[in-house]
C-alpha cells in the first residue's frame, strides 16, 4: 500500500514550469530520501506536499487529501521554514498540540519530559519560542512530532541544521517512526544513508534507485 501518491503534479512559477506532470509514490512504512541541488524543485515540493501551494494534478495521503491528513493528525510537517508555532513559550506549544489527543495531563507532562531529555532541549522548554535559534526551533519540531507521533512525516532540509544532535535526532525518528512512513526532502547527498530508499530529482524527473545507497559514484556526482 502506498502512503504518499503523487499523479501527474504540475505547478508553473511565473509562467516557468517548475513540475510538469510528475509523478511518484511512496510506500506505507518506508523512510525514503528526495535529493536535488538547489533549484531542483524539492523546496517547492516540500511545500506543495505540506499544502502550501496548490498545483494541479491529484495527491493523496493515506488515500485523503492534505487538508484531511492534517486536521486528522495523520500528516506531521518539520521544515525551517515552516513556522506553525501558536503559543509563546516552548513548553506550552507542546501541551497545546497535544492535549487535542485526549491525554490526561500528567501523561502529557511526563511524555514531554522524557522526549525533551532524551534529545537535549529540557533547559529550552520554558523559553520564548521568538528567542530560539533556528536549530532549537528545528529541536523542537521534532520534539512535538516523536510525541505526536503521525503515520507520515515529511522533513525539508533539517538535518544540515544539527550538529552533535543530528545522529540522536536520526536514530529517534527511526525508532518512534519504524512502521510509519518518513520522507526526507533535502539538498544534501550525505542524507542518503538515512533512509531505506532514495529518490532524485532534477530536471523535472524523479528517479528511483534503491541500490545507489552505497555507491561513492552517486555521492561524488553532481545531481
Known sequence: MNAVEVRNLSFNYKG???????SFNVKKGTFITIVGKGGSGKS??????????????SILILDKSIKTSLENGNLGLISPNLYYFKKDIVIDELINNLKYKGIDFDT??????????????LDILNKRIIDLSIKEKILVMFALQ???KPKVLIIDNCFSFLDFERELII?????????????????????????????????????????????????????
Open 16 to 22: 516557468a514550469f517548475v513540475f510538469d506532470n510528475l
Open 44 to 57: 517547492t515540493l516540500f511545500r506543495i506536499l505540506a499544502g502550501d501551494l496548490k498545483c494541479d494534478g
Open 108 to 121: 502529557i507532562n511526563s511524555n514531554i519530559k522524557k522526549v525533551s531529555k532524551k534529545i537535549g532541549i
Open 146 to 148: 516523536l510525541l505526536l
Open 171 to 223: 536514530r529517534e525518528v527511526k525508532r518512534v517512526f519504524k512502521k510509519c512512513t518518513v520522507i526526507n526532502v533535502t539538498n544534501n547527498t550525505n542524507d542518503c544513508l538515512i533512509g531505506q530508499e532514495v529518490l532524485f530529482l532534477k530536471n523535472n524527473i524523479i528517479k528511483k534507485d534503491v541500490h545507489l545507497l552505497d555507491s561513492e559514484d552517486f555521492l561524488s556526482n553532481d545531481l
